[in-house]
């Protein structure tokens, strides 16, 4: 069965930055594209950007370029994001969530973690 | 950026009942690509409709999407005690991928 599972919580102060892993399992790793979708607290969901494991290729909401980038380690199984110049408004929950075959489209999220907070404050 | 307003903000009803959600988009989806979310406390959300009106895997025929171009609902038939919970639209015709901000159905 399909699982991604996330790393744990974390606590960074403004101006650090932040790596949180996803572990994937039970599926073609790089058959599917990654994506990783954010909620502060209270608050809707908000797409951070994507990733295709085959490639390596990713795509950013532009709210986040030049802060964000994703990786992936296709010997582990694992993808990473990295989110730089922390704020306090960073302060989110973050999920890894499945998209569709790399082939087809970005597509919508029928697999996610099980979230990893990330809480910024001095 | 294709902005989705999900209405109403809350809904309120009983077990039983019949719920119906709307998301408008600011543009019309391509190829109606849109998919629908359930996100209770404390949970990741989980995939219910894709496609406009597609069900994902092992969700109950009580769950139903419909609309075209800018209009999309999403219906439950009839609510069931675990139904209470947040829905999210999300469109995914365009980059960036973009949600609504959700409607919250509770229990009257």
């Known amino acids: 069965q399909v699982q991604l599972v996330q790393s744990g919580a974390e606590v960074k102060k403004p101006g650090a930055s932040v790596t949180v892993s996803c572990k994937a399992s039970g599926y073609t790793f790089t058959n599917y594209y990654m994506h990783w979708v954010r909620q502060a607290p209270g608050q809707g969901l908000e797409w951070v950007g994507v990733i295709n494991p085959s490639s390596g290729a990713t795509s950013y909401a532009q709210k986040f370029q030049g802060r964000v980038t994703m990786t992936r380690d296709t010997s582990t199984t694992t993808f990473y994001m990295e989110l730089s110049s922390l704020r306090s408004d960073d302060t989110a929950v973050y999920y890894c969530a499945r998209g569709l075959r790399v082939a087809v489209e970005w597509g919508y999220f029928d697999y996610w973690g099980q979230g990893t907070l990330v809480t910024v404050s001095s | ?108």
């Open chain 2, 1 to 108: 950026e294709i902005v989705l307003t999900q209405s109403p903000g809350t809904l309120s009803l009983s077990p039983g009942e019949r719920a119906t959600l709307s998301c408008r988009a600011s543009q019309s989806v391509r190829s109606n690509y849109l998919a629908w979310y359930q996100q209770k406390p404390g949970q990741a959300p989980r995939l219910l409709i894709y496609g406009t009106s597609s069900r994902a895997t092992g969700i109950p025929d009580r769950f139903s999407g419909s609309g075209s171009g800018t209009d999309f609902a999403f219906t439950i038939s009839r609510l069931e005690p675990e139904d209470f919970a947040v829905y999210y639209c999300q469109q995914y015709g365009s980059s960036p991928l973009t949600f609504g901000g959700g409607t919250k159905v509770e229990s009257k």
